[in-house]
C-alpha cells in the first residue's frame, strides 16, 4: 500500500469483530473505533502491536508492506470470547468520513491456559 498523504488524527480506523456462528459470520459486541494517531497513543493493546510493526504517528508518505503479521496475546488479560471469526477493517477520512480502504480478514484464536 502506498501512502500518498501522511497520517495523523485525519484517518480514523474502525474495526468490527464477527463471530462464526451457525456457519455464517454474525456481528458481535467488539468494536474499535479510533483516530489513528488516538490508537497509538491510547489502546494498550493494539498500539504497542502496531508500533512493533513498524508504524508510528505521524505516518509519513511511503509504501507499506505487512505480511505474517500475528498478534500476540501474552499480556491480554482473558481468553478471547470466540475462535473464530472475521474482522472487517475500515480506514475513513476523519473529516468527511470516506472510505479510504476497506479489509476484511479471517482470523482464528487460539486459546492457551496461562501458568
Not at 508518505?61 to 474482522?87: A, Y
Not at 468527511?96 to 479489509?103: A, K, L, P, V, Y
Request: proline content about 5%; overall charge positive.
Amino acid at each position: 500500500m502506498t501512502l500518498k498523504k501522511s497520517w495523523n488524527n485525519n484517518v480514523t480506523i474502525h474495526v468490527i469483530f464477527n463471530e462464526y456462528l451457525h456457519n455464517e459470520y454474525r456481528r458481535s459486541f467488539i468494536e474499535i473505533h479510533h483516530k489513528f494517531c488516538d490508537l497509538m497513543e491510547y489502546d494498550k493493546f493494539i498500539g504497542p502491536m502496531v508500533k512493533r510493526i513498524g508504524l508510528f504517528c505521524p505516518l509519513p508518505v511511503r509504501t507499506l508492506r505487512i505480511t505474517n503479521f500475528s498478534f500476540p496475546l501474552d499480556k491480554f488479560p482473558n481468553v478471547f470470547p470466540f475462535e473464530k471469526c472475521r474482522i472487517d477493517s475500515e480506514l475513513t477520512v476523519t473529516a468527511t468520513n470516506e472510505s479510504m480502504i476497506i479489509m476484511y480478514h479471517y482470523v482464528t484464536f487460539k486459546n492457551m491456559k496461562k501458568t
